[in-house]
């Protein structure tokens, strides 16, 4: 069976459904989880048609909130699954592809499964907003287990 379970959150409610069914999984088989969260790097802004350059200070404090943000929610996972008496490991991750961050993150940690949320879009909403839980499905060479 599974011994070392990705769990991607974002914090939505969705998220934490996921994460909830992903340490009652972990502790049913005795797998350990790791838990990631990606947040988006620092893009210059547009103002009024002209690019404004992207100041080392604003890049530095915005990657700052955002791994602080992170770390947060991580910590959260962590106590849950630590209460139920699962492993659990954190990382906080900055890139402009969350898809490609979980299943590079997935390979790393050597974890046989990754386990996330999807809010099942359809139609138009999919195509126009897209979904990481369908990218990770297309790309991942590793099983993927959705939750809804």
Same mark, same amino acid.
């Given at each position: 069976m599974y011994k070392h379970i990705l769990l991607p959150t974002d914090g939505s409610k969705l998220s934490a459904k996921a994460v909830r069914q992903a340490v009652?999984?972990?502790?049913?088989? $005795?797998?350990? &989880?790791? !838990?990631?969260? +990606? @947040?988006a790097a620092y893009r210059g802004m547009m103002? *009024? %048609?002209?690019?404004v350059p992207a100041v080392s200070a604003y890049r530095k404090r915005f990657e *700052?909130? $955002?791994?602080?943000?992170?770390? &947060?929610?991580? *910590? %959260?996972v962590k106590s849950a699954a630590q209460a139920a008496g699962v492993a659990c490991d954190g990382v906080a991750v900055i890139s402009d592809f969350p898809y490609d961050a979980i299943i590079?993150?997935?390979k790393k940690a050597k974890c046989? /499964?990754?386990?996330?949320? @999807?809010?099942?879009?359809? %139609? /138009? @909403?999919? /195509?126009? /907003?897209?979904? *990481?839980?369908?990218? !990770?499905?297309?790309? @991942?060479?590793?099983? +993927? &287990? !959705? !939750?809804?």
């Open positions: 009652r999984f972990a502790q049913s088989i $005795g797998a350990k &989880l790791t !838990v990631i969260h +990606v @947040s103002d *009024e %048609g002209f690019a *700052e909130q $955002g791994i602080k943000h992170s770390k &947060l929610l991580l *910590e %959260g590079k993150q997935a046989d /499964l990754i386990m996330m949320a @999807s809010h099942g879009r359809k %139609g /138009l @909403s999919s /195509l126009l /907003l897209g979904s *990481e839980t369908a990218k !990770v499905l297309t790309h @991942s060479t590793i099983p +993927v &287990l !959705v !939750v809804r």
